[in-house]
């Protein structure tokens, strides 16, 4: 079972260049989310989504993207990379069972470097 | 808005050694309450959690109770061990909300 699985692990990028950066879970969860780490900072929400075709923002979202065309994927866009969005990070995923959340389940993270 | 404060790391501590991080909370409704601990160079993952006032969450030894009274969920170990070294996260989700609000993190240092 693979879980949430985010690639990819490591990327070094330039001021102004653009990616994306993959998000794939198989536990068919409705919620899904993108978290930023910065040190000493904890965790960041940058956007999230509670189904497919909905997204919605988070506490940072300047300079990112989100799509959610189906329930298994969830890439975030970066459009023009700036040495602030040097971070680890990371998406994560959350079903429902009856009124409450599951736990959130993570992937193992994106190191991302802009030099 | 909501909040979550841990008290700051690195926590250093010898082997077999009593161990408490301290975590306190605001919330406008009636939170669920986390720890996700993070091991080196890995993601986070749920150590335990309580979902009501008095509720005791525990696993692998770590237990946390969720005190209204004080807005607090503290965690606490009797005998950590060197695998114990990590970071750990008090989090919290807001009534009816599904996104977790995080403490800034705790590491923790366990020597032999």
């Known amino acids: 079972n693979a879980g949430v699985t985010q690639t990819p692990k490591f990327r070094i990028l330039k001021i102004g260049q653009s990616m994306t950066l993959q998000c794939t879970q198989d536990?068919?969860?409705?919620?899904m989310y993108w978290y930023r780490q910065d040190p000493g900072m904890g965790l960041k929400l940058i956007y999230y989504?509670?189904?497919?075709?909905?997204?919605d923002k988070g506490e940072v979202p300047n300079g990112y993207n989100v799509s959610r065309s189906t329930t298994e994927d969830f890439p975030l866009r970066l459009e023009l990379a700036a040495p602030s969005q040097t971070s680890v990070y990371f998406c994560?995923?959350?079903?429902?069972?009856?009124?409450?959340?599951?736990?959130?389940?993570f992937g193992q993270g994106t190191r991302l470097t802009v030099v | 808005g909501d909040s979550v404060t841990q008290m700051e790391g690195p926590v250093t501590l010898s082997e077999e050694a009593c161990l408490t991080i301290?975590?306190?909370?605001?919330?406008?409704?009636?939170?669920?309450l986390f720890w996700y601990v993070q091991y080196p160079g890995e993601g986070l993952q749920l150590l335990l959690k309580?979902?009501?006032?008095?509720d005791k969450g525990s696993n692998k030894g770590f237990e946390a109770t969720y005190r209204k009274e004080t807005t607090s969920f503290h965690l606490e170990k009797g005998s950590v061990q060197v695998s114990d070294s990590a970071v750990y996260f008090c989090?919290?989700?807001?009534?009816?909300?599904?996104?977790?609000?995080f403490g800034k993190g705790t590491m923790l240092l366990v020597s032999p």
């Open positions: 309580a979902t009501k006032a008095d």
């Open positions: 989090a919290l989700s807001d009534s009816g909300y599904s996104t977790l609000t």
């Open positions: 536990m068919n969860h409705n919620y």
């Open positions: 301290n975590c306190t909370y605001t919330a406008t409704g009636y939170p669920s």
């Open positions: 994560a995923t959350q079903g429902e069972t009856g009124v409450q959340y599951t736990e959130a389940f």
């Open positions: 989504s509670v189904g497919a075709g909905i997204t």
